[in-house]
């Protein structure tokens, strides 16, 4: 068996990976040059624990190659992104392009797996979009469990927790939607080769909902905290003790509030549901405003801190610790922390330090004079105002005294 992994990012590399430490072969394809450069050469442009090792093993052993175009292959899985464009709308272009990529190189009996977390109907388009440019093959229809066509196509989208991603991909119970049942049940014959949870069948319509439906629980159990944290700051109360009280409620579990939710999952999966039924989404539209808007807090918090030095603000240094979207990660999309840093660069302050101990260039969008890439130690004694935006391991052993006289805002609770 050969199987072809189409985007070789945070999903598509480790899924590569775990199967040919399975002993399949796989061809790892990706339009960006370097990434192929990088992973041909034994290394990874990603940082996720134990996966430079596994990579390393599977190039010396012969199992992984990495190409720029899609050769013929037995399975192809399609772990490519899935953004959001313009007024919160799918852009399901990078989907589009690996379905015409690789329709040359498919042959009858190849199966078709999505893995792209995707609103509702994506994998049919993804039919569709392959079917127009190969009418001399037979595509499945959905719903239609008669027809044996000559391509299975199926969606099985990734749940994964970065920084545990080899570990899930193992463990974690899987949810396979064939546009058939036969596409389902060819699918989770590959799945069942590293998958030693439950492959579970169902079609690819609820497949694609189940996704986005999980993700949007936890952003709106995530805009309740946020919520609870705006409504305590205005009571004067502190948020993180009223939660922990709460939280003693034998049925109660809140969520610790933060500066935003980001990630490629829970930041943009919920706009996909209401994109598909815009009238029946309310509470997961307001829990996404109510997150995307915390941001705009953390910035009122630094103004006051200003306030409270009483100087000018071209006077006043200040660091950001943390600019990924979760800790101990080098993943910066859809980061709120990224976003605040941001908005912070545009405020005139005498100097931006950043502190973000998993990156070693500071993005490209924050570069400027003002902006500089710091040590943790160097930046807390050199700032006036200390903004904790993610809370990575080594900003918790700090001593709290290094903190006296500077302004705080702490927005993970981590030294409240």
Same mark, same amino acid.
């Given at each position: 068996?050969?199987?072809?992994?189409? !985007?070789?990012?945070?999903?598509?590399?480790?899924?590569?990976?775990?199967?040919?430490?399975?002993?399949?072969?796989?061809?790892?394809? *990706?339009?960006?040059?370097?990434?192929?450069?990088?992973?041909?050469? !034994?290394?990874?442009?990603?940082?996720?624990?134990?996966?430079?090792?596994?990579?390393?093993?599977?190039? =010396?052993?012969?199992?992984?190659?990495?190409?720029?175009?899609?050769?013929?292959?037995?399975?192809? /899985?399609?772990?490519?992104?899935?953004?959001?464009?313009? $007024?919160?709308?799918?852009?399901?272009?990078?989907?589009?392009?690996?379905?015409?990529?690789?329709?040359?190189?498919?042959? +009858?009996?190849?199966?078709?797996?999505?893995?792209?977390?995707?609103?509702?109907?994506?994998?049919? =388009?993804?039919? /569709?979009? /392959?079917?127009?440019?190969?009418?001399?093959?037979?595509?499945?229809?959905?719903?239609?469990?008669?027809?044996?066509?000559?391509?299975?196509?199926?969606?099985?989208?990734?749940?994964?927790?970065?920084?545990?991603?080899?570990?899930?991909?193992?463990?974690?119970?899987?949810?396979? $939607?064939?546009?058939?049942?036969?596409?389902?049940?060819?699918?989770? *014959?590959?799945?069942?080769?590293?998958?030693?949870?439950?492959?579970?069948?169902?079609? &690819?319509?609820?497949?694609?909902?189940?996704?986005? @439906?999980?993700?949007?629980?936890?952003?709106?159990?995530?805009?309740?905290?946020?919520?609870?944290?705006?409504?305590?700051? =205005?009571?004067?109360?502190? @948020?993180?003790?009223?939660?922990?009280?709460?939280?003693?409620?034998?049925?109660?579990?809140?969520?610790?509030?933060?500066?935003?939710?980001?990630?490629?999952?829970?930041?943009?999966?919920?706009?996909?549901?209401?994109?598909?039924?815009?009238?029946?989404?309310?509470?997961?539209?307001?829990?996404?405003?109510?997150?995307?808007? +915390?941001?705009?807090?953390? %910035?009122?918090? %630094?103004?006051?801190?200003?306030?409270?030095?009483?100087?000018?603000?071209? *006077?006043?240094?200040? @660091?950001?610790?943390?600019?990924?979207?979760?800790?101990?990660?080098?993943?910066?999309?859809?980061?709120?922390?990224?976003?605040?840093?941001?908005?912070?660069?545009?405020?005139?302050?005498?100097?931006? /330090?950043?502190?973000?101990?998993?990156?070693?260039? %500071?993005?490209?969008?924050?570069?400027?004079?003002?902006?500089?890439? &710091?040590?943790?130690?160097?930046?807390?004694?050199?700032?006036?105002?200390?903004?904790?935006?993610? *809370?990575?391991?080594?900003?918790?052993? %700090?001593?709290?005294?290094?903190?006296?006289?500077?302004?705080?805002?702490?927005?993970? $609770?981590?030294?409240?």
């Amino acid at each position: 068996m050969i199987v072809s992994v189409i !985007g070789l990012g945070y999903i598509g590399l480790p899924t590569a990976a775990v199967l040919a430490s399975n002993e399949i072969k796989v061809i790892g394809v *990706d339009v960006n040059q370097q990434t192929i450069d990088t992973i041909n050469s !034994g290394r990874i442009h990603i940082i996720e624990p134990g996966l430079d090792v596994l990579v390393s093993e599977a190039l =010396k052993k012969g199992y992984l190659k990495a190409v720029i175009k899609p050769q013929k292959a037995d399975v192809f /899985m399609i772990a490519v992104p899935t953004p959001l464009g313009n $007024g919160n709308k799918p852009d399901l272009s990078f989907v589009k392009s690996a379905a015409k990529a690789i329709a040359p190189v498919l042959e +009858k009996g190849n199966l078709v797996i999505l893995e792209s977390t995707s609103p509702v109907g994506t994998t049919e =388009k993804l039919t /569709m979009w /392959m079917r127009d440019e190969r009418s001399d093959i037979s595509f499945p229809e959905f719903g239609n469990n008669n027809f044996l066509a000559d391509i299975a196509v199926a969606h099985c989208p990734e749940r994964v927790l970065p920084g545990k991603v080899l570990r899930e991909l193992i463990e974690n119970n899987r949810i396979i $939607g064939g546009i058939s049942d036969n596409c389902a049940r060819q699918a989770k *014959d590959l799945y069942k080769i590293f998958v030693h949870a439950d492959c579970l069948l169902t079609d &690819s319509r609820t497949a694609e909902l189940c996704k986005l @439906v999980e993700n949007s629980f936890r952003d709106v159990n995530i805009a309740f905290a946020n919520e609870l944290s705006l409504i305590s700051d =205005k009571l004067g109360v502190n @948020v993180w003790n009223l939660i922990k009280l709460a939280n003693q409620h034998p049925r109660v579990n809140i969520l610790q509030p933060g500066p935003g939710v980001g990630g490629h999952c829970i930041a943009v999966d919920p706009w996909f549901i209401s994109d598909s039924a815009p009238n029946e989404s309310k509470l997961i539209q307001t829990a996404r405003l109510v997150n995307d808007n +915390k941001p705009n807090f953390v %910035i009122d918090k %630094i103004n006051k801190s200003v306030k409270a030095i009483g100087k000018n603000r071209s *006077d006043i240094k200040i @660091v950001c610790l943390g600019l990924s979207f979760k800790p101990d990660i080098d993943d910066l999309r859809e980061s709120p922390a990224l976003e605040i840093a941001l908005k912070i660069r545009l405020m005139g302050f005498s100097e931006l /330090m950043l502190v973000e101990p998993n990156i070693s260039n %500071i993005p490209s969008e924050l570069k400027h004079e003002s902006v500089c890439l &710091s040590s943790f130690e160097k930046a807390i004694k050199a700032s006036d105002i200390v903004v904790l935006l993610v *809370d990575h391991t080594p900003f918790k052993s %700090i001593d709290l005294n290094e903190l006296s006289g500077k302004q705080i805002i702490d927005t993970r $609770g981590t030294w409240s």
